[in-house]
């Protein structure tokens, strides 16, 4: 089958690797892709939310199912426009309708689908520029740190966190009244700090039947010992060592059952990823985001852990028959670290000369921010290249990603050497 995959960055060079080890699969198409992609798959260069050119490039090359890797399509509908139009509507879908996908699109829309689901989450209160006041009365009755969160999509910048009760209340009026994330911020959620270690956990679900895929550990911010600011994140590990069966066992029945059933009582038709961001409270789960796709880099690890042919995977949550698949999963370590451009998360240039990523031995390189420049393979993003390798222990893993990466250079090329410090 010829199959079609949203999305430009290391996510989706790592499904896109996966998909084209499938004996069923025939072409394999990415839109708009990079030069990872363009190695195993025919790049086509159009936006992951121009639904009408998709729709071209569907029809045109006869495209059986579509991936989709990011959020904004997700949010915006894409899934609902395929079946809303007649041509496409027997092209299945891997991501949720735009009803479901506000799990992620809404925070406040997140909160209340915990609430009403009894899934354990931190204390919270939502808040419009009507009723400022009594947000600032909220601010005052909690303890410090103040978390703050823009309800809708901040390209990973709408959350907050603060120390100080005046510069609280100073964030919480530039959000609603000054609009500090548009229209993301006409609603704002407050909630109690939750002191912890943060984890994910992933959940296929066909919109009846789940599987739950393994867990991560996402390194989001710039500098070693997790200090500066948040990237989309510089490196991960799979499976989270501390995530022991009871743990694990808790995260099941607390969290991923009471959400696959929640999606179905609450009618949120549901066929994709779900990714639940945890934290860890002293013995017990809770709830700190859902994303409604795989993360990144997490993709990086979790998915070549998974045994299983990855068309097949995803022809059973198209055809509802999830359950009915044996998941197979690699017991081994496997961890990334992401090389990036000098300068991000903050301005950075782009264009800059790959070198000796062929010589890797031994590691998975998956392609983030980059390009193809007169046949060159060059940086064309703040995060540009994934490095994955597998141990027996995340330590040996990572000494493989780190021996490997000395190999690789391209002009004030970045990345985090301290990965898995904390655990
Ligand atoms: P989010 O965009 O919701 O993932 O939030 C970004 C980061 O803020 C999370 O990864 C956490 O590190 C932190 N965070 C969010 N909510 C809380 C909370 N209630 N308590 C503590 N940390 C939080
Ligand atoms: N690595 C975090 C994310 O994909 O949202």
Same mark, same amino acid.
């Given at each position: 089958?010829?199959?079609?995959?949203?999305?430009?960055?290391?996510?989706?060079?790592?499904?896109?690797?996966?998909?084209?080890?499938?004996?069923?699969?025939?072409?394999?198409?990415?839109?708009?892709?990079?030069?990872?992609?363009?190695?195993?798959?025919?790049?086509?260069?159009?936006?992951?939310?121009?639904?009408?050119?998709?729709?071209?490039?569907?029809?045109?090359?006869?495209?059986?199912?579509?991936?989709?890797?990011?959020?904004?399509?997700?949010?915006?509908?894409?899934?609902?426009?395929?079946?809303?139009?007649?041509?496409?509507?027997?092209?299945?879908?891997?991501?949720?309708?735009?009803?479901?996908?506000?799990?992620?699109?809404?925070?406040?829309?997140?909160?209340?689908?915990?609430?009403?689901?009894?899934?354990?989450?931190?204390?919270?209160?939502?808040?419009?520029?009507?009723?400022?006041?009594?947000?600032?009365?909220?601010?005052?009755?909690?303890?410090?740190?103040?978390?703050?969160?823009?309800?809708?999509?901040?390209?990973?910048?709408?959350?907050?966190?603060?120390?100080?009760?005046?510069?609280?209340?100073?964030?919480?009026?530039?959000?609603?009244?000054?609009?500090?994330?548009?229209?993301?911020?006409?609603?704002?959620?407050?909630?109690?700090?939750?002191?912890?270690?943060?984890?994910?956990?992933?959940?296929? +679900?066909?919109?009846?039947?789940? %599987?739950?895929?393994?867990?991560? !550990?996402?390194?989001?911010? $710039? *500098?070693?010992?997790? &200090? #500066?600011?948040?990237?989309?994140?510089?490196?991960?590990?799979?499976?989270?060592?501390?995530?022991?069966?009871?743990?694990?066992?808790?995260?099941?029945?607390?969290?991923?059952?009471? +959400?696959?059933?929640?999606?179905? %009582?609450?009618?949120?038709?549901? !066929?994709?990823?779900?990714? $639940? *961001?945890?934290?860890? &409270? #002293?013995?017990?789960?809770?709830?700190?985001?859902?994303?409604?796709?795989?993360?990144?880099?997490?993709?990086?690890?979790?998915?070549?852990?998974?045994?299983?042919?990855?068309?097949?995977?995803?022809?059973?949550?198209?055809?509802?028959?999830?359950?009915?698949?044996?998941?197979?999963?690699?017991?081994?370590?496997?961890?990334?670290?992401?090389?990036?451009?000098?300068?991000?998360?903050?301005?950075?240039?782009?264009?800059?000369?790959?070198?000796?990523?062929?010589?890797?031995?031994?590691?998975?390189?998956?392609?983030?921010?980059?390009?193809?420049?007169?046949?060159?393979?060059?940086?064309?993003?703040?995060?540009?290249?994934?490095?994955?390798?597998?141990?027996?222990?995340?330590?040996?893993?990572?000494?493989?990603?780190?021996?490997?990466?000395?190999?690789?250079?391209?002009?004030?090329?970045?990345?985090?050497?301290?990965?898995?410090?904390?655990?």
């Amino acid at each position: 089958m010829n199959i079609l995959i949203l999305g430009a960055g290391g996510r989706e060079h790592t499904i896109a690797w996966k998909l084209s080890q499938s004996p069923k699969l025939t072409q394999l198409f990415v839109a708009p892709g990079n030069a990872g992609t363009s190695e195993i798959a025919k790049n086509i260069p159009i936006g992951v939310t121009d639904f009408n050119e998709i729709k071209e490039a569907v029809l045109s090359n006869k495209i059986d199912m579509v991936i989709v890797g990011p959020e904004d399509p997700l949010v915006n509908g894409v899934h609902d426009y395929f079946l809303n139009d007649d041509k496409l509507k027997h092209v299945p879908v891997i991501g949720p309708q735009k009803a479901a996908a506000e799990l992620e699109g809404s925070k406040e829309f997140a909160k209340e689908f915990m609430m009403r689901h009894q899934i354990p989450t931190a204390a919270y209160q939502s808040f419009t520029s009507d009723n400022l006041k009594e947000g600032f009365e909220f601010l005052e009755n909690l303890n410090a740190p103040y978390v703050l969160k823009a309800d809708g999509l901040a390209a990973g910048k709408g959350v907050v966190i603060l120390d100080d009760l005046e510069k609280a209340k100073e964030e919480l009026r530039s959000m609603l009244v000054d609009k500090k994330f548009g229209s993301a911020s006409t609603t704002v959620v407050i909630e109690e700090f939750l002191a912890g270690i943060e984890l994910s956990v992933f959940v296929l +679900t066909d919109g009846n039947g789940y %599987k739950v895929l393994p867990t991560a !550990k996402d390194y989001k911010r $710039i *500098g070693e010992g997790d &200090v #500066g600011l948040n990237t989309g994140g510089m490196g991960a590990i799979s499976p989270v060592p501390f995530a022991d069966q009871k743990f694990m066992d808790k995260i099941h029945e607390r969290i991923v059952v009471p +959400t696959v059933e929640g999606l179905k %009582k609450d009618h949120l038709p549901y !066929k994709g990823f779900i990714f $639940i *961001g945890l934290i860890k &409270v #002293g013995d017990d789960p809770f709830v700190i985001e859902y994303n409604v796709r795989l993360g990144d880099p997490e993709t990086e690890v979790v998915v070549p852990r998974i045994k299983n042919d990855l068309v097949e995977v995803f022809q059973a949550v198209a055809s509802e028959q999830l359950n009915q698949l044996d998941l197979q999963l690699d017991d081994r370590t496997a961890t990334t670290v992401m090389l990036v451009s000098g300068g991000y998360p903050e301005a950075y240039e782009k264009g800059k000369e790959i070198s000796g990523y062929d010589q890797i031995e031994d590691s998975l390189v998956f392609h983030a921010g980059t390009t193809l420049n007169k046949g060159r393979v060059v940086t064309n993003g703040g995060r540009v290249m994934a490095i994955t390798s597998f141990g027996d222990d995340f330590k040996q893993a990572l000494k493989k990603s780190y021996q490997n990466i000395e190999k690789i250079s391209f002009d004030r090329m970045n990345y985090r050497s301290d990965i898995g410090f904390d655990l």
